[in-house]
C-alpha cells in the first residue's frame, strides 16, 4: 500500500480523549458531505457523510456537524483510539455529478 | 472479494517513457475513478467512468488518458512521463446504488519519473 508524506494541519491527542476535525467548505451547492480516513499506506475508506440538510448525524463513535452558515463541517471521534491515529478528509457531493471533490486532509496522531 | 486492486505497486520511470496502471474490481461497481495524491494537495481526480465503455475527464486530466473496456477494469495511460507526474495514483470504485457517497479505494501506486 501507499501513502504520501503529507505536510497538512496535524491534531495530537491523548488516547482515549475525544478529537475534533474541522473543515471549510466552498460550494454552498453541494448535496452531500462526506468524511474518508487513509491510515499509512492504504487508500483512503469511506466514514461517514451528511445530507445538506441536516445538521447532525451520528455513527458509531463518530459524530458529523455541519454548519451552513458558515460552511463549515466538523468530524467528532469519541474515546479516540491508537487506530485513529490517521490522514482525515472531507469532500463534498452533488446530484448528478457522478464524483467527489476532496478537501487537503488533516493529520490525526493518537498519544498512547 | 479482492475490492479494488491496483497494478503496479511502484514504479520508477524516465521522463519521455510511458505505462499503463491498471486498476480492476470485483463488486461489479459501475462506476469507477482515478485520482492523484501529491503533498499538501489532498486527492485530484484525473478521470473517471461511469460505465463501460465511457470516460470522462477530472479535474487534472493533463498527460494522461484513460480506458474501460471492461466493466471490472480501469486503465490509467501516461504516453509519455514527466516529473510532474510523480505521485501516488489512487483508483476508486462505487455502486450506482443508495450509498454513492461510499467509494472503495486500491491500494495505490507510486510512480517516480525521472
Known amino acids: 500500500g501507499e501513502s504520501v508524506g503529507l505536510h497538512l494541519p496535524t491534531l495530537s491527542v491523548q488516547e482515549g480523549d475525544n478529537s475534533i476535525i474541522n473543515c471549510a467548505y466552498s460550494?454552498?451547492?453541494?448535496?452531500?458531505f462526506i468524511w474518508y480516513k487513509q491510515e499509512s499506506g492504504k487508500g483512503p475508506q469511506f466514514i461517514i457523510d451528511i445530507r445538506s440538510n441536516m445538521d447532525k448525524r451520528q455513527g458509531q463513535r463518530v459524530t458529523v456537524l455541519l454548519n451552513k452558515t458558515v460552511k463549515h463541517l466538523s468530524l467528532q471521534i469519541a474515546a479516540t483510539q491508537p487506530g485513529d491515529s490517521a490522514v482525515y478528509f472531507c469532500?463534498?457531493?452533488?446530484?448528478?455529478?457522478?464524483?467527489?471533490?476532496f478537501g487537503k486532509g488533516n493529520q490525526v496522531v493518537v498519544i498512547p | 472479494n479482492a475490492g479494488v486492486t491496483q497494478t503496479p505497486k511502484f514504479r520508477v520511470l524516465k521522463t519521455g517513457q510511458s505505462m499503463t496502471l491498471l486498476c480492476a474490481q470485483d463488486?461489479?461497481?459501475?462506476?469507477m475513478y482515478w485520482y492523484r495524491q501529491d503533498p499538501g494537495m489532498g486527492l485530484r481526480l484525473i478521470h473517471y467512468s461511469v460505465g463501460e465503455g465511457t470516460t470522462a475527464k477530472g479535474e487534472v486530466p493533463d498527460g494522461y488518458n484513460v480506458s474501460r473496456l471492461k466493466k471490472q477494469n480501469f486503465l490509467l495511460g501516461l504516453e509519455s512521463a514527466a516529473p510532474s507526474q510523480t505521485s501516488v495514483y489512487f483508483c476508486?470504485?462505487?455502486?450506482?446504488?443508495?450509498?454513492?457517497?461510499?467509494?472503495?479505494f486500491g491500494p495505490g501506486t507510486r510512480l517516480t519519473v525521472l
Open positions: 463488486m461489479n461497481h459501475e462506476y
Open positions: 460550494n454552498s451547492a453541494s448535496d452531500y
Open positions: 469532500a463534498e457531493a452533488h446530484y448528478g455529478n457522478n464524483r467527489l471533490a
Open positions: 476508486a470504485s462505487r455502486s450506482d446504488g443508495r450509498h454513492y457517497n461510499e467509494q472503495f
